[in-house]
């Protein structure tokens, strides 16, 4: 649940006691400012979109006394809406992508320096490792997956042993970004270095990601939203960016787009592609510095 839904919600439930109809929650919208030219198309929105989802997006344009600011539309709404929704699909295709390349690099490592099952070895990790909750959180991924077939076959066939390589499969992103932030120093740089990074940068860009890709998962707004995790950003990078919000939008798509250094062509004629045409398409709405985009964006998120 958002602050900001929290937030609006709250100042209009003393109109929203009982259940309102949709032209009721039309009426109460109008009242406050909101232009609608055409209010059969707004009952339709609100027939497939929740009120209190909708009023994280409206909250951004809240002014004084509860109002809207002026010019604050449905046609405005419903276009920062669609862009939202469409930007978190191909945010959430792009985190996917990076994670199962990033869990592939992690087991291949981990497996021909440690063995199969190294990692049930609590010497095998640093110092901070949790290892009882780490096999707690294991064990409680496996149980989730239990009908998949390859977990199946390794209950039945294995004596529930999985090679890291299989159970990996499983962990979360983040599970996935916990275990890389607990192996040895010698472990992660090496692997980082397949990133052309350091491992404290691409350590926390796994942490963001994976808040990042849970908020994408249950739909929620990333327009306009204050990250809770905001990303390093290497000197060399922020240098070209100017000032900027950490926490803010592009943060996230930036360290994504130094994930996929082994696959600059696939970022740059899919997924930035797809990102520069939708914000084309909406751009006469869109607040480019609530997203924390800088004048440049489109060229700071290219691969050259």
């Not at 990692?119 to 909750?133: G, I, S, V």
């Not at 992103?173 to 692997?191: R, V």
Request: with cysteine; glycine share 4%; charged share 25%.
């Amino acid at each position: 649940m958002s602050h900001a839904g929290t937030i609006f919600y709250g100042d209009i439930m003393n109109e929203l006691k009982q259940a309102k109809t949709f032209e009721e929650q039309v009426a109460i919208l109008k009242n406050r400012g909101f232009v609608v030219p055409d209010e059969a198309l707004l009952i339709d929105f609100l027939q497939r979109v929740n009120y209190y989802r909708f009023s994280g997006y409206l909250y951004l344009f809240k002014g004084a006394r509860d109002r809207y600011i002026d010019g604050t539309s449905f046609e405005k709404l419903s276009s920062i809406y669609e862009f939202d929704q469409k930007l978190r699909n191909i945010l959430f295709e792009a985190i996917g992508e990076m994670e199962i390349e990033i869990k592939a690099k992690i087991a291949y490592h981990h497996a021909h320096k440690y063995g199969s099952l190294g990692y049930l070895d609590e010497a095998n990790f640093n110092p901070l490792h949790n290892h009882n909750r780490f096999i707690e959180k294991i064990e409680t991924a496996t149980k989730n997956n239990e009908k998949l077939l390859f977990v199946k076959h390794h209950e039945t066939n294995y004596d529930g042993r999985f090679p890291i390589w299989v159970r990996i499969e499983i962990f979360t992103l983040g599970m996935t970004s916990t275990f890389y932030a607990d192996l040895p120093e010698d472990d992660k740089k090496a692997i980082a270095k397949q990133y052309s990074t350091t491992y404290p940068y691409l350590e926390s860009w796994l942490h963001s990601l994976a808040i990042s890709r849970n908020i994408c998962a249950h739909y929620g707004r990333i327009y306009a939203l204050p990250f809770t995790k905001a990303p390093k950003m290497p000197a060399k990078h922020s240098k070209y960016i100017g000032s900027y919000n950490p926490r803010q939008l592009f943060a996230q798509l930036y360290v994504l787009k130094c994930l996929y250094t082994n696959r600059k062509e696939d970022w740059n004629n899919s997924i930035l592609q797809k990102i520069t045409s939708l914000t084309q398409q909406h751009s006469e709405y869109l607040n480019f510095r609530a997203m924390g985009f800088p004048v440049l964006w489109e060229a700071l998120l290219r691969w050259d």
